[in-house]
């Protein structure tokens, strides 16, 4: 098996398992064996070839996890064209961020194709192609040779609203990864996956549903929102599936989540015995969940060492680390291991001038090996992210007795509930309410009871008055919500020329935050020293 | 107002855990009520299973504030 075509061609021959999905509210919807599924995505593929999507033309699905999803990404990459999944509209409020996110797209990338259902297709005002539906008798996608290096699919990451970043991912690397992931798992035949995970995040879409498919394995697809609003059900998905080995997988807010919202007292009956593979990763595993999820669940069969911390990102196409052991997590001065690099993969620590750093001490974390992206499309602003064969993540970390530790992140980057988000993003918020000359804003992440959250930080001219303040930061807040889905945890005012920059005038949100961190900035007005005062 | 909004009403109190009071048509749900993405999720489902309705993903982006919501239950009857 070498590329996505070899995959789609053995899949196509699995007529006893497949994927069945669920309706918002958690319930089985329609199921379809992997058989069914590819003879569907053959059509699709001519259909989109039909409608004017042409080879190497990057088509954006805006779909809700399903099996649509599924049989239209796979489709696109039987046509030769780059899907890339979307993430919908936020809830209460994200529609005008929406349909500037699918403009910025469009004039990123001008060759590209949208398909979303009529309703949100309309939304955006661009044009759309709804996703094809070809009868049983329609023609099939005409087979076609590929090269394991050509692009097969893209994925989106941090970037901006103006500036997309598209992360090339070849039909060589993909396989790579799934070969890495499902070997660092210890494949069995019994398995199956179950996942709320977004197809737009590299999670859901590498390591549940490609390594379902990669491995023929049964795959139960949920909707994000399934989950976050009515968590036991995940656990009781899992928990039903009494003749299989079950692996699922979610970012650390998530089993945080679930020790939040589902007391003792709400899990009467549930065995979690069978979940075989609770991968974690997407954000920094903490060791107090870790801690808390082992002591809520393990009552019900719940087994430490089924917790696979992991560690990846899109530019690896997903993971870096993953391994399953034998024994609970370990736990390192308060940062938990995310265990050994996937099969071919290397991981070296470097310091600030790309030596080599020895075991133990922290270096920002580079990688070498064959599941590595084939570089960014889009954004041209950005350096390439391999660099002579090794991944520069930003991320900071150590290695010790062959073990990632990762311990912070020398890129700037706030991820929030598993979701890279581009300080830029939240700046230029900041800096088009102030509009004033030479005032500049910086953003960055802070750790509020074991949750990453942004704080942004903006200068003003200095005379304002703290009502004419606290106008500006209300109307910011706004601008954030409906962009983001997020309120900012703080909002701070300080005088031109207050925050931290280069010699050439860049903001150092690094500084700033260990500033704010050490209480040694001088702020105007702040809003959350008033929120606190009673 | 209609049952639907006062059901809408209720449910909005209960799950953002704000008193009914405040919840006047023009405070916006996610700043002003100070609601996260949990919460979010969590109310357009209640909302949607107590009133048998369903809240298609563009509309409920379309919602900024407590009158959105009111509106979208009483043109939007369920069941």
Sequence with gaps: MKTVLDLIENLAQVAEHGITEHDRRGKPKLARSYAEVVARARRIGAALLEAGVAPGDPVFLQLPNGLQLVETFLGAVLAGALPCCLAPPRALGGIEAFQQRIAGLFSAFPAAHLVADEETGEATGKPYLLPPDPADDAPACPPREVDPEEIAFLQLTSGTTQSPRGVRISHRALLANMNGITEGGRRQATDAYVSWLPLYHDMGLVGLMFCALYTQCPLYLFRPETFVARPLAWLQTIAGLKDRTVISTAPNFAYQHCVNALPPEKLAGLDLSNWRLAGCGAERVRPETVDAFVARFGPHGFRAEAFLPCYGMAEATLAVTFTLRDHPPLVVDGHVSCGRPVLDTEIVIRDEAGAPVPDGTDGQITVRGPALCSGYTGDATVPPPVRDGWLQTGDRGYLKDGELYVTGRYKDLIIVEGHNVDPDEIEFHGDQVVELPACRSGAFAVDVDGRERAVLVVECGGKETPEALAEWADAIQSRVASALGFTLYDLAFLRRGGLPTTSSGKVQRGKLRDRYLADALTFLWQQRALKETP | ?79
Excluded: F, W
């Design chain 2, 1 to 79: 107002m209609t049952p639907a909004e006062e059901k809408a009403l209720e449910i909005l109190s209960t799950v953002c855990n704000v008193p009914r009071e405040k919840l006047v048509p023009e405070a916006r749900l996610i700043q002003d009520l100070d609601i996260d993405s949990v919460v979010t999720l969590d109310l357009l489902m209640e909302l949607e299973e107590s009133l048998g309705i369903d809240i298609p993903e563009v509309k409920a982006a379309e919602m900024q504030t407590v009158g959105d919501v009111l509106t979208y239950v009483r043109e939007n009857p369920g069941e």
